[in-house]
């Protein structure tokens, strides 16, 4: 069974621009998840998706943004590039949490973003 | 709210020795709880899960971790490291529900000397 999958594996960006990460989750998974690991700061919570609506948002920006499509795959969006956007970023995907059982999150490999 | 800390940010042992990494959690509820495992360049790969059944965990790889309400803790464990386990191991806390989330710990760098 193929994991998640992401792309691309780097990025690199100007500030100012905009970049687009995708996302593939395991299949039968309709929860994605955005998280953001820059260095020092550890993994922050950054969008969770499931059926194509967004659940719950970290504390980040409204230029961070995503959308996850009819397949269950999903695009994170991030407009005007800052420096501090630099780090790697991971989606994870997961069945619906509401039972004990679906808990758990499952991590793609992730993107590389380089703002420079 | 609920948050996750871990005791510390590096670990170095010598293969062969045993490894303890340490996690304690703070929730107004009965928490799942997850340890995942970071090698250098890769994504975060589950280890073992705590969901209110047995307090002792197994998980992959010959790690185990012990879920102790009364210090709020769910520290790993495994009794001979191997050169492989050299990684960053991040404790975190679920809360269920509408409004599901993970709160990861800072993580634990774990360094295995030959």
């Known amino acids: 069974e193929a994991g998640v999958t992401q792309s691309p594996t780097h990025l690199i960006k100007t500030r100012g621009q905009q970049a687009t990460l995708r996302c593939s989750p395991i299949?039968?998974?309709?929860?994605v998840y955005w998280y953001q690991q820059a260095l020092g700061l550890g993994l922050q919570f950054l969008l969770w998706?499931?059926?194509?609506?967004?659940?719950n948002r970290g504390n980040f920006p409204p230029r961070f943004s995503g959308r996850q499509f009819p397949n269950y795959s999903s695009e994170l969006n991030v407009n005007a590039l800052e420096l501090e956007d630099s780090a790697l970023y991971l989606c994870?995907?997961?069945?619906?949490?509401?039972?004990?059982?679906?808990?758990?999150?499952?991590f793609g490999p992730g993107t590389r973003l380089t703002v420079t | 709210a609920q948050s996750v800390t871990q005791l510390d940010s590096h670990v170095s042992v010598s293969e062969g020795t045993p490894v303890l990494l340490r996690c304690n959690y703070s929730?107004?509820?009965?928490?799942?709880l997850f340890w995942y495992v970071q090698h250098p360049n890769k994504g975060l790969q589950l280890l073992l899960k705590y969901t209110s059944a047995a307090t002792l965990v197994k998980g992959i790889n010959g790690f185990e971790a012990e879920f102790k309400k009364s210090e709020t803790s769910f520290h790993l464990t495994k009794p001979s490291a191997h050169m492989s386990d050299a990684a960053e191991y991040f404790c975190?806390?679920?809360?269920?529900?509408?409004?599901?989330?993970?709160?990861f710990g800072k993580g634990t760098l774990l360094t295995v000397n030959p």
């Open positions: 975190v806390v679920c809360k269920g529900g509408s409004n599901y989330k993970l709160t």
């Open positions: 299949s039968g998974h309709t929860s």
């Open positions: 998706y499931d059926e194509g609506e967004e659940r």
């Open positions: 994870a995907s997961s069945l619906l949490p509401y039972g004990v059982t679906s808990y758990e999150q499952y």
């Open positions: 929730s107004s509820y009965s928490p799942s």
